[in-house]
């Protein structure tokens, strides 16, 4: 009967690292880490393809931004997989290898625990956290600077259920679908009229809440022409499904004849 | 003492509860007027908990001792944990702490009825794009109903069953710290339900379980119902919090040493009950200044008025995420606890997941703006904010060195407990491993408010918690009623439950990676497969819980007589017979050894309280 009292070390004890008469198995070892690395190298082929597996997983990338994303979302992928298969490989093995039956009245080994092993685990997951924290700081560093470039100011606003956008080096010229001009830095500077919305265009990888009495703002770089949609992410009454906006990306001529033909409906000046 | 039989009972305590709401309602409404209806439906609403738990005798104690009465004799409390020993003494306010653990597990039962037809609801409207099933006002107030009901039914789900019937057992124990304290702090959870319920019939409220403000200010009446809610919920979480931890604390049997105490008191009582006991008041404060912004005109929330929805958004988080460690730490004990018993071997690194369980709670007070990446509220923070959230990964990776390491060269026997358990073990790493993303600020700001999150928190609350939960219920069900559970029942529930769980949130992953924000009613062609698929395997997770309701009407009525210790456990409740008796153990027991000596050279076939000397 184990006593746990100071200074007792008799197997059983959680202090007592492996208990002192259990045969060691390495085979088992050897053949769980044969197994782990064959389904390490399998889960990441899987990740890698899941983009042909699964058409339309993610967004058209159409920003800078988005790129950061997409590239991080998948390395993510691949840096779990080998943890992941960690934790399935071992305990898929212990179960298909030392399963019972039924109760027989017979107990495992007295293995209460291996320090050396618990520090291992530790001290790599804590530098696994370490990397992904340097390594997320970087990204936000780069996402939340200025593009190089000229930058364009848009004012996003908010309200239920709609969203409306403002070109004020344009004379203010206002309208509720978005234009911008493709390679060219946007400088967003959102709020809202009545309650939290959430500017998100997911085809840019840029979200942002829109908060009432407040200026949020946001940076993108949209560098592929096309027709996206902004969308509202947070839950703002009735009608938040159809709080959407088409956002069209154009070339640089093909947004001066869009802003221009804005410009002459709205009235030079006014707005 | 009650003498007749009906007295102090739910047939006093609502009609009570009924009449005073009435009365409380009316008054104010005559004195404030017009404007004054929503204070009408508050104060209604706090004058039917009122009135109901004075109907039920709560307030007995308190006024003798206001009063200066003699103190309660020991017949008298003996007759307050019994009530006549028949079924009707679970619906009196009955201090016997098992008791109070079976009313837990029924009421909690329900709760997940509602909510999981609420999120059958949900589904259905998203089965195709269109919004063909709800009116959108409908449609906001069943997510709302959903989250919160779940919500607050996976918070009790093990510490009030569990913690109040079994802690006191565990750790050699006649009752709770403090009994009446317990038998409060279930009724003051009933008074909860129905006022939750009258929500929908006063125009119900569109802000989703997280009730940001300013939307919750120009909320319909219904909105008025939740925050009453949120207030009894939090009064009762902060009573049967106290009451376990103190329980943990004071009532440990002679020998019940910090190093011998059982896994699953460290988990759902010195930690997890500790952790809602801490945050659960910012909550409320949240509540009680939006109600004064709805009742009194102030703008606390209001921008116009001074006020800031970021106030709103942090008095909650400070709340929410320490809240989903309340959550999921007690099912980290129930895997940790289940472990040792069907792997026949000891709890790898007892001391270390102590550890981790306090640095978990410790860290989960540090993480709340990772909430708030995306809102602009102090972009200067995030870096920080990304940090303390990276790490709290650490402890909470200990957890699976402990599985694993336990499992490894056991004799695991694979009964329908330990299934639940191993599932844990494939659902949470998903859950956790998605978490990297939401952690990481820049993906973050892509992924944040879209279905991914959705699908995030429901493998780490559902597949992982939940899976807990059901390992624990499985595994205390023959304690508790003295029946077991029908195996193949719990095998079919089991399985069905797996497959259709993870074909619904992989599907949610699939449509939140393609940009499809959540709680919308209606959403674009695009994301119509996913949403397809999710809504036909949330469908089949809602009959695999028919299949589970099923197993436990039958199996408490008429099911195999369960012996007093079916697994073989060394725990102490595992020692005392079945049913348990009112006090417990005969005599206190005297604790020698540590619960997971499983293997040790001696053999200890008796267990761990008839090691006692006599």
């Known amino acids: 009967m184990a006593d746990l009292g100071p200074g007792a070390a008799a197997p059983g004890n959680p202090r007592g690292g492996a208990g002192r008469g259990v045969r060691p198995e390495p085979r088992h070892i050897r053949r769980v880490l044969v197994i782990w690395a064959i389904a390490t190298v399998l889960g990441i082929a899987l990740v890698l393809n899941l983009h042909r597996l699964l058409p339309g997983l993610l967004p058209p990338m159409a920003s800078s931004e988005a790129q950061g994303v997409d590239f991080t979302l998948g390395f993510f992928t691949v840096l779990a997989v080998p943890v992941a298969m960690l934790v399935w490989v071992f305990a898929a093995y212990s179960i298909a290898t030392w399963r019972v039956r039924r109760f027989e009245g017979l107990d495992g080994p007295p293995i209460s625990g291996s320090p050396v092993l618990q520090t291992t685990w530790i001290l790599s997951s804590a530098l696994l956290c370490l990397f992904l924290v340097v390594y997320g700081l970087a990204l936000l560093t780069n996402v939340s600077a200025a593009p190089p470039g000229r930058l364009l100011t848009v004012d996003v606003t908010g309200q239920q259920w709609q969203w409306n956008f403002k070109y004020p080096s344009r004379g203010g010229v206002t309208t509720t679908t978005l234009a911008l001009p493709v390679n060219r830095p946007i400088l967003f500077r959102v709020t809202s009229l009545d309650v939290d919305h959430s500017f998100w265009i997911p085809a840019l990888a840029i979200k942002i809440d829109a908060i009432p009495g407040e200026v949020t703002t946001v940076y993108a770089m949209p560098t592929r022409e096309g027709t996206y949609t902004a969308r509202c992410a947070e839950l703002c009454g009735l009608y938040h499904s159809y709080m959407q906006s088409r956002v069209r990306v154009l070339s640089a001529g093909g947004f001066s004849s869009w802003i221009g033909a804005q410009e002459r409906v709205w009235g030079r000046g006014g707005g | ?614």
């Not at chain 2, 009465?69 to 003494?89: C, F, K, S, Y």
């Not at chain 2, 939750?196 to 997280?210: D, N, Q, R, V, Y």
């Not at chain 2, 303390?388 to 695991?412: C, D, H, K």
């Open chain 2, 1 to 614: 003492m009650a003498s007749r039989w009906w007295s102090q009972s739910v047939l006093t305590g609502v009609p009570m509860g009924v009449v005073t709401a009435l009365v409380a309602a009316l008054l104010t409404r005559a004195i404030g007027g017009p404007s004054a209806s929503d204070a009408a439906i508050c104060i209604g609403f706090v004058g039917w908990a009122f009135g109901f738990l004075g109907g039920m005798g709560a307030f007995r104690y308190p006024r003798t001792l206001l009063l200066a009465r003699p103190d309660p004799t020991a017949e008298e409390e003996h007759q307050l944990a019994v009530q006549g020993g028949g079924p009707w003494r679970y619906f009196r306010f009955t201090t016997d702490h098992k008791v109070v653990g079976i009313q837990y597990l029924v009421l909690g039962l329900v709760l997940f009825a509602v909510g999981g037809l609420a999120a059958m609801l949900i589904r259905l409207e998203l089965l195709r794009p269109g919004a063909a099933a709800f009116p959108p006002a409908t449609y906001n107030t069943i997510v709302g109903l959903h989250g919160i009901i779940m919500i607050a039914g996976t918070i009790i789900m093990i510490t009030g069953p569990f913690g109040n019937f079994v802690v006191p057992i565990m750790i050699g124990a006649r009752d709770m710290a403090f009994p009446r304290l317990n038998a409060l702090s279930f009724w003051l959870l009933f008074t909860a339900v129905p006022v939750l319920l009258c929500a929908p019939f006063l125009g119900g409220f569109p802000t989703g379980w997280t009730s940001y403000a300013p939307l919750a200010d120009q909320a319909p009446p219904g909105m008025d119902a939740f925050l009453v809610t949120i207030l009894l919920f939090g009064g009762s979480v902060a009573v049967a919090g106290a009451n376990i931890v103190t329980t943990a604390i004071t009532m440990r049997a002679p020998g019940m040493t910090w190093t011998r105490l059982p896994i699953f008191v460290w988990g759902a009582a010195m930690t997890a009950s500790t952790l809602g006991l801490m945050v659960f008041p910012a909550f409320m404060a949240a509540m009680v200044l939006l109600g004064l912004d709805r009742t009194l005109g102030t703008s606390f929330y209001v921008a116009s008025g001074g006020g800031s929805a970021w106030l709103y958004d942090n008095l909650f988080w400070l709340m929410g995420h320490p809240e989903v460690y309340v959550i999921a730490i007690p099912a980290f004990a129930v895997i940790m606890e289940l472990l040792p018993v069907f792997s026949r071997k000891p709890l790898f690194g007892y001391r270390t997941a102590v550890a981790s369980t306090t640095a978990i709670v410790g860290l989960s007070v540090l993480v709340w703006a990772h909430h708030m990446f995306v809102t602009g509220w102090a972009p200067q923070l995030n870096g920080p904010f990304m940090l303390t959230t990276e790490m709290i990964s650490i402890p909470t990776g200990v957890v699976f060195l402990v599985a694993v390491g336990t499992l490894w060269r056991g004799r695991i026997w694979l009964t329908v407990p330990m299934l639940f358990v191993l599932s844990f073990l494939w659902n949470f790493v998903i859950g956790g491993m998605t978490g990297l993303y939401l952690a990481d600020v820049p993906t973050d700001y892509q992924l944040h408010g879209s279905l991914f999150v959705t699908a995030h928190f429901h493998y780490t609350l559902m597949g992982g918690a939940l899976m807990g939960f059901f390992a624990a219920f499985y595994y205390w069900f023959p304690k508790m009623t003295g029946r077991m559970l029908n195996e193949t029942l719990g095998r079919i529930h089991f399985w069905v439950t797996q497959v259709a769980f993870n074909v619904t949130f992989l599907a949610m992953f699939y449509v939140g990676l393609q940009g499809m924000p959540r709680r919308v009613a209606d959403y674009s062609a695009q994301f119509a497969a996913g949403n397809f698929v999710a809504s036909i395997g949330a469908f089949v997770l809602g009959a695999a819980m028919l299949v589970f309701a099923y197993n436990i009407v039958s199996s408490w009525l008429r099911g195999q007589r369960a012996p007093s210790n079916p697994w073989h456990a060394k725990t102490l409740e595992w020692q005392v017979p079945t049913p348990v008796p009112l006090e417990n153990f005969e005599e206190t027991p005297v604790i020698t050894s540590w619960p997971y000596d499983y293997g040790a050279p001696e053999p200890t076939p008796e267990g761990a309280a008839e090691r006692a000397p006599a």
